[in-house]
């Protein structure tokens, strides 16, 4: 190998030497330094010198790696791998061992993206690393599961996650029990899939107005072989998102909504699983479905408010707190509205600046509760005007979506006033096209100017409640 690299390098410089004499000056310069591969000449050491050398080619051939990686020449980075391997392979030391982990790794990365690269050499380059160390098994083994579904091949996946589960070495398999765990959770999560086609097909069957018996067999086979295994692993505290929701629907489907709620709940509320919005959107779903007091829903929907005020659904969690007849849940509604539209993804939502405007609307009419309007505009005055109400905006909004520019120009003129540059552009293009909701606009906005005045209008520190 290194007689072989030596011939190389030579040739390399002799080549080298041809191509310098047809180069200018100026070209030579801008060439970059050369690339050399991280090799140290052959020639006798001790072990310790040895084992130091090593350190250092190793530790550069990887830099190269890196290098190549980041700037996606996987080609490049291909090479660079293959002779660290050949390095690694003729290293008698137990260094490489450690560095098992780290080709399975690189090697992954750039088998997903080179533009050359096969399933037939993926997998077996997965094979390899499999017997490479008993320590990461069933993590290679999920790895080389997820490439299989990413490239349509479930059933492969499925051959390979059985394989896995029945993969015993001594202690190692006890050490690797949460991997056991993820490889039957996704075991699971592939037999919900059959079962979910085999109950389409059941119900296709059943519209037609006859049953098939082994049809109904199978579907119930997956439904329990599913079923145990996403019921083990949202047992372990964690994100499991998409092994709960298939565990619920398979509930759902055969009636089993009390051991759905209980799944939820525990999902949701357990203090030993991570925070996760997505679990209290979950629960609050579920609720729906079931028709559950609007009382419930509120209380879901309240947690996901402290925990994201800008999801897509405080826009519901608006709508019911302005139906209640309770003056604390209105305030609240208009609260979470406000907290919403401090996000950028909710600049242009038309269906919060709705909300926002009917319910300003209604306070301005009855001239009750201006005070809530007034403590929510407080701490966004130095900063809404730029982010919301510019004239830019007003044009941008009123070239795009008329009805976003109509609601947002009704609140600009309430919080800033007729003379708001949001709302005279607005205002203007309305009157001018002769649409009529902008003259009623303009008209109710100048009628309750003085409501501005009182809004921007300095706290006061005796404010009555």
């Not at 290098?67 to 660079?80: C, G, I, S, V």
């Not at 109950?199 to 109904?216: P, R, T, Y």
């Not at 004239?391 to 003379?419: C, F, P, T």
């Amino acid at each position: 190998m290194d007689s072989f690299l030596e011939e190389d390098e030579e040739a390399a410089v002799v080549d080298g030497k041809r191509r310098r004499r047809r180069r200018s000056p100026a070209a030579r310069a801008a060439l970059p330094p050369p690339l050399h591969l991280p090799f140290l000449p052959p020639q006798p050491v001790s072990s310790n010198e040895h084992k130091l050398n090593f350190k250092k080619s190793k530790e550069a051939c990887l830099s190269y790696i890196q290098d190549a990686l980041l700037q996606n020449q996987w080609k490049r980075a291909a090479e660079f791998l293959t002779c660290y391997v050949e390095s690694l392979e003729k290293d008698y030391s137990r260094e490489h061992i450690s560095a098992s982990e780290m080709i399975w790794r690189i090697g992954t990365e750039i088998l997903w993206h080179h533009s050359q690269s096969s399933m037939k050499e993926f997998n077996c380059f997965m094979e390899q690393m499999k017997t490479l160390g008993v320590k990461r098994y069933l993590r290679v083994c999920l790895e080389h599961v997820f490439h299989l579904l990413c490239n349509g091949q479930i059933d492969e996946a499925y051959q390979n996650l059985s394989l896995a589960e029945s993969w015993r070495f001594g202690e190692q398999t006890a050490i690797q029990d949460k991997e056991m765990k993820l490889i039957q959770a996704y075991r699971g999560l592939l037999d919900y899939c059959s079962w979910s086609k085999q109950k389409n097909i059941l119900l296709e069957h059943g519209e037609d107005g006859f049953s098939d018996l082994a049809v109904e067999q199978e579907t119930h086979s997956y439904f329990r072989k599913a079923a145990v295994n996403l019921k083990e692993i949202i047992k372990i505290p964690g994100v499991w998102d998409i092994f709960v929701k298939c565990y619920v629907d398979l509930l759902e489907f055969y009636g089993d909504h009390n051991e759905a709620r209980q799944v939820l709940n525990e999902y949701a509320y357990n203090s030993k699983f991570p925070a996760n919005p997505n679990a209290h959107v979950y629960l609050y779903q579920f609720l729906k479905r079931q028709g559950e007091s609007k009382k419930s829903l509120i209380s879901a929907l309240k947690i996901l408010h402290d925990i994201v005020p800008s999801h897509e659904l405080m826009i519901d969690f608006n709508t019911m707190l302005q139906k209640s007849k309770k003056r604390r849940k209105r305030r609240l509604g208009l609260e979470v509205i406000f907290a919403g539209l401090d996000y950028a993804g909710w600049k242009e939502n038309e269906k919060a600046w709705s909300c926002l405007a009917r319910q300003v609307k209604q306070i301005v009419i009855s001239e009750k509760h201006l005070d809530w309007i007034k403590q929510e505009w407080n701490s966004r005055k130095d900063w809404w005007p730029a982010f919301h109400f510019s004239r830019y905006l007003a044009k941008m909004n009123w070239q795009e979506n008329k009805n976003l520019s109509h609601e947002k120009a009704l609140v600009a003129g309430i919080l800033l006033g007729k003379d708001c540059k949001y709302f005279k552009y607005v205002s203007h293009q309305g009157c001018k096209a002769q649409l009529k909701r902008f003259r009623m606009l303009k008209k109710f906005v100048t009628r309750h100017n003085p409501v501005y005045l009182r809004i921007s209008a300095p706290p006061v520190s005796s404010v009555q409640p």
